[in-house]
């Protein structure tokens, strides 16, 4: 994972744990909810470009201009929520033992699934204006993004596998 993906990671952190003590301090206060809306967006967001960069970058290791500009126009201008559901299908395109590896690795730790899930869902309730304001804590927030982080290193970590088994055939 290059500098600037893992920067945006640790900026989101940040603003987390700055949201965090203000929603603690100010807890009656009605601009918590905001502050929390706000850190379901952000981490979701961030999630979002990391995973997708790791993808691009990961896959668009042609000189061909055309395929360049095609994945990039596919994979980082295309609006999709980072769910699970479209992570699996991003990775099977890619190679469907992708999906395989991540899903072995997860087996015994779904929780990291079901948070970054729940965070989407939020971010979708968030989106179409339904109310969350007694579905999440700026705490949970902060647990979900720390899963889905971990799920995006992971990500990054099966490519990196994967690029040497296929530089060593080379």
């Given at each position: ?38 850190g379901i ?9 990391v995973y ?101 290193l992971y ?16």
């Amino acid at each position: 994972m290059n500098k600037n993906l893992k920067q945006q990671i640790i900026d989101t952190k940040n603003e987390l744990e700055c949201i965090q003590k203000i929603v603690d301090e100010n807890r009656t206060n009605i601009l918590t909810m905001f502050l929390i809306k706000y850190g379901i967006i952000k981490t979701t967001s961030t999630i979002e470009k990391v995973y997708k960069n790791i993808l691009f970058n990961n896959i668009t290791s042609t000189k061909n201009i055309y395929t360049n500009n095609f994945l990039y126009k596919k994979i980082i201008k295309n609006p999709s929520n980072p769910n699970m559901d479209n992570i699996y299908k991003d990775l099977n395109i890619c190679d469907d033992t992708l999906v395989k590896k991540f899903k072995i690795y997860f087996k015994n730790k779904t929780h990291h699934i079901e948070h970054l899930n729940t965070l989407v869902k939020h971010r979708n309730s968030i989106a179409h204006g339904e109310d969350i304001s007694s579905g999440i804590t700026i705490k949970e927030v902060f647990e979900y993004y720390k899963s889905a982080v971990i799920i995006v290193l992971y990500i990054d970590l099966i490519f990196k596998k994967t690029c040497r088994k296929y530089i060593k055939i080379y």
